[in-house]
């Protein structure tokens, strides 16, 4: 994408009605009220941290109707294309906010979080302070999840995954599920509609697979 086609995206996105953009150190007047005053229902909020193009956010709103998706990034061109996507097919379901996810608590309440999804994450081999499932990052879903809300992640990356893998350990999150090789292993019996969303493919996900990567997945709870 050329730099200016980034900046016509973006300046575009800000004038959509499923497009936030809060005002940094201003108080954020959805904060508590996600519900009540954008998706005007009680149904549960799942949110996908790093969302990029939010192909996970729309996959997902679309198999889970009674389900409300935030996408969030910090990439407003990328969301450009999910939230295009999400207006054009009427889904009322799904929305995106433009934010660093280390301030996710000033845009969402207490409890105010059903689930969690990490879709191929940065793995910040140099910075594991940085990685989203780093304690620092825990902390704060910890405080905007239920009480026995879940995290998933999808990645192609070892290096993310180990680390992951032994966060859930040492900090002792309780594990739900987790493969190092979510096709291969993905069993026969599983119902229809997990089979489907497990085959939503965002777009780092099809640039690793197509380079070989092998996708690996777990699921967690932290309020243990
Ligand atoms: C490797 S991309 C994955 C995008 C998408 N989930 C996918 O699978 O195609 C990682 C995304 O996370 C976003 N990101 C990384 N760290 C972030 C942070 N601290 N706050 C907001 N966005 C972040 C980046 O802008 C980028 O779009």
Same mark, same amino acid.
């Given at each position: 994408?050329?730099?200016?086609?980034?900046?016509?995206?973006?300046?575009? &996105?800000?004038?959509?009605d499923?497009?936030?953009?809060?005002?940094?150190?201003?108080?954020?007047?959805?904060?508590?009220?996600?519900?009540?005053?954008?998706?005007?229902?009680?149904?549960?909020? &799942?949110?996908?941290?790093?969302?990029?193009?939010?192909? !996970?956010?729309?996959?997902?709103?679309?198999?889970?109707?009674?389900?409300?998706? &935030?996408?969030?990034?910090?990439?407003?061109?990328?969301? %450009?294309?999910?939230a295009?996507?999400?207006?054009?097919?009427?889904?009322?379901?799904?929305?995106?906010?433009?934010?660093? *996810?280390? %301030?996710?608590?000033?845009?969402?309440a207490?409890?105010? &979080?059903d689930?969690?999804?990490l879709?191929?994450?940065?793995?910040?081999?140099?910075?594991?302070?940085?990685?989203l499932?780093?304690?620092?990052?825990?902390?704060?879903?910890?405080?905007?999840?239920?009480?026995?809300?879940?995290?998933?992640?999808?990645?192609?990356?070892?290096?993310?995954?180990?680390?992951?893998?032994?966060?859930?350990?040492e900090?002792? !999150?309780?594990?739900?599920?987790?493969?190092?090789?979510? !096709?291969?292993?993905?069993?026969?019996?599983?119902?229809?509609?997990?089979?489907? *969303?497990?085959?939503?493919?965002?777009?780092?996900?099809?640039?690793?697979?197509?380079?070989?990567?092998?996708?690996?997945?777990?699921?967690?709870?932290?309020?243990?």
């Amino acid at each position: 994408m050329s730099g200016k086609d980034k900046l016509r995206r973006f300046a575009a &996105v800000k004038e959509f009605d499923n497009f936030y953009e809060p005002v940094l150190k201003e108080p954020f007047p959805l904060k508590g009220n996600w519900n009540r005053d954008h998706f005007k229902n009680d149904n549960p909020i &799942v949110l996908e941290l790093g969302c990029g193009k939010g192909e !996970y956010s729309v996959g997902l709103g679309n198999h889970y109707k009674d389900k409300n998706f &935030v996408g969030v990034d910090i990439k407003g061109a990328r969301m %450009f294309i999910g939230a295009e996507k999400a207006l054009k097919d009427e889904m009322t379901n799904v929305a995106f906010l433009r934010t660093r *996810i280390d %301030f996710i608590t000033d845009y969402f309440a207490e409890g105010e &979080v059903d689930e969690i999804w990490l879709t191929f994450s940065d793995p910040q081999p140099k910075k594991p302070r940085k990685r989203l499932s780093s304690p620092m990052f825990i902390e704060r879903y910890r405080k905007i999840l239920k009480k026995g809300g879940i995290v998933h992640m999808k990645t192609d990356s070892d290096l993310l995954f180990e680390y992951t893998e032994e966060q859930i350990k040492e900090q002792k !999150y309780e594990c739900l599920e987790l493969t190092w090789d979510l !096709y291969g292993e993905l069993p026969e019996k599983i119902d229809p509609i997990t089979r489907e *969303i497990f085959h939503i493919k965002t777009h780092y996900e099809k640039l690793f697979t197509a380079k070989g990567s092998v996708i690996k997945y777990c699921k967690f709870r932290i309020h243990q």
